[in-house]
């Protein structure tokens, strides 16, 4: 079992940086794969990015690449989401969630995750 708790939303402007960071609760944090994902209104929950257990895979959604970094500290069993030059369609919920096996493949698939935490509001104003 795993309970997880962003932190780190707030207001930005365009062009700027936000840092969220996702607390990871139970036993053995570094078998698990974890990924961020986000949610806008009326729209579906999409994939940001994933971080393999060891923190030696990175996978990003090419909405995000180069502008986001995902990082991982096992030995805090923290979970954190870089994200710079952010523009106001990056506007949404941004969620973590953990899952046990990290395939490049299907780590955008949200039904395989597991374990979801309850969500940052992220607001990018432009």
């Known amino acids: 079992q795993v309970q997880l708790a962003e932190s780190g939303g707030g207001l930005v402007q365009a062009g700027g940086s936000l840092r969220l960071s996702c607390a990871a609760s139970?036993?053995?944090?570094?078998?698990?794969?974890m990924g961020w994902f986000r949610q806008a209104p009326g729209l579906e929950r999409e994939f940001v990015a994933a971080i393999s257990g060891s923190g030696g895979i990175t996978y990003y959604a090419n909405s995000v690449k180069g502008r986001f970094a995902i990082s991982r500290d096992n030995d805090k069993q923290l979970v954190y989401l870089q994200m710079n030059s952010l523009k106001p369609e990056d506007t949404a919920v941004y969620y973590c969630?953990?899952?046990?096996?990290?395939?490049?493949?299907?780590?955008?698939?949200?039904?395989?995750?597991?374990?979801w935490g309850q969500g940052t509001q992220v607001t990018v104003s432009s």
């Open positions: 969630a953990a899952r046990g096996l990290f395939t490049i493949a299907t780590m955008r698939t949200s039904d395989l995750y597991s374990y």
């Open positions: 139970g036993r053995t944090f570094s078998s698990y794969a």
